[in-house]
């Protein structure tokens, strides 16, 4: 079974960037038709989606944030990163990682504050 561990700085000042990484493991990031994404749930609403990498390296993006938004991976670490910019307190929030399987990671917590 695939399980997925998010890993990053849990505190990040307004203007930096945001780097956080899935480790896989039960899995690899090149099986065939798999896919890896970004979700983050924001204080007090829904799960936003915020980016895919699939099985052959193809990127995906939220229209709302690909401007900031980066997506990649390192497939001799079987792990995948985000990449978010110029970060608000707004996006203060958990985030997750998840496999189109139905794996989840158990989601790790980022404040942007000063």
């Known amino acids: 079974q695939v399980q997925l561990l998010e890993s990053g700085p849990g505190l990040v000042k307004p203007s930096q960037t945001l780097s956080l990484t899935c480790t896989v493991s039960?899995?690899?990031?090149?099986?065939?038709?798999?896919?890896w994404r970004w979700i983050r749930q924001a204080p007090g609403k829904g799960l936003e989606w915020m980016a895919t990498i699939g099985y052959d390296g193809t990127t995906y993006y939220s229209l709302s944030h690909k401007s900031r938004t980066s997506i990649s991976r390192d497939t001799s670490k079987n792990q995948f990163t985000l990449g978010l910019n110029s970060v608000t307190p707004e996006d203060t929030g958990v985030y997750y990682c998840a496999h189109n399987g139905g794996s989840w990671g158990q989601g790790t917590q980022v404040t942007v504050s000063s």
């Open positions: 039960g899995g690899s990031l090149t099986t065939n038709r798999h896919f």
